[in-house]
């Protein structure tokens, strides 16, 4: 079935690196997504991954992806107070594109 | 460029009630995608419209219902409002690109539904 799951809550300090984990129970996943949302505000896309890739780098992001275990992770390098938000995994399924399945979320805090 | 836009931004609604939210796709796409997001949660799909027709359909009741005009905006009209549909509303678009749904997903600032 459909299911993805995040562990809920992260606190890291300012500087230090912080990872965000999912987990995905369809193989049939296309495009996995990160999106940020911070208070009051709606989803703002981070990055995404093909399925085919094992990993994708954009600035201070690093996305890794390992499907035998279906497990994507978001690294944050040099974490600062302004990345302090809620962060959500998210995949679409072939043939299913435009239809979104999140996670719960994973609230990142990042204590100066 | 504007992104996407949906109105109003917050709404307070008593149970039995009807509702209707509207969103502008970003400039250039023709897809547009509601989810539900409660309190605490991730968003769940709603209704997916391309070409003014509904494509795709998530676990909701027929209380939801939606539409899609010629300019690619959109509405999502909720009746028979419940305790339950409080909630953010949530509206994305894309662009159809091939056949099928561009990888990119944009979402507005959402319309914050209470029910009292």
């Known amino acids: 079935g459909e299911d993805v799951e995040q562990s809920l809550f992260l606190s890291v300090r300012e500087g230090d690196s912080s990872v965000i984990n999912c987990t995905y129970t369809d193989s049939s996943s296309t495009y996995l997504y990160w999106y940020k949302q911070e208070p009051g505000a709606g989803l703002q896309l981070l990055t995404y991954i093909f399925s085919n890739m094992d990993m994708k780098q954009d600035q201070r992001l690093t996305v890794l992806l390992n499907k035998k275990d279906k497990h994507l992770s978001l690294r944050i390098a040099d974490t600062q107070t302004g990345d302090s938000a809620i962060y959500f995994c998210a995949e679409t399924l072939y043939n299913q594109g435009g239809k979104l399945i999140f996670g719960q979320g994973t609230e990142l805090s990042v204590k100066p | 460029d504007a992104g996407v836009t949906q109105s109003p931004t917050h709404l307070i609604k008593t149970r039995g009630q009807q509702v209707t939210l509207r969103c502008s796709p970003k400039s250039g796409h023709d897809t547009v995608s509601w989810y539900q997001q409660a309190l605490g949660q991730g968003p769940q799909f709603i209704f997916q419209y391309y070409e003014e027709e509904e494509r795709q359909r998530g676990n909701f009741p027929d209380r939801f219902s939606g539409h899609q005009f010629p300019n690619y905006s959109s509405e999502l009209n909720v009746n028979a409002l419940l305790l339950g549909d409080s909630a953010l509303y949530l509206c994305?678009?894309?662009?159809?690109?091939?056949?099928?749904?561009?990888?990119?997903?944009?979402f507005g600032s959402g319309t914050q539904l209470s029910v009292l």
């Open positions: 994305a678009s894309s662009l159809v690109a091939g056949g099928l749904p561009n990888e990119k997903l944009f």
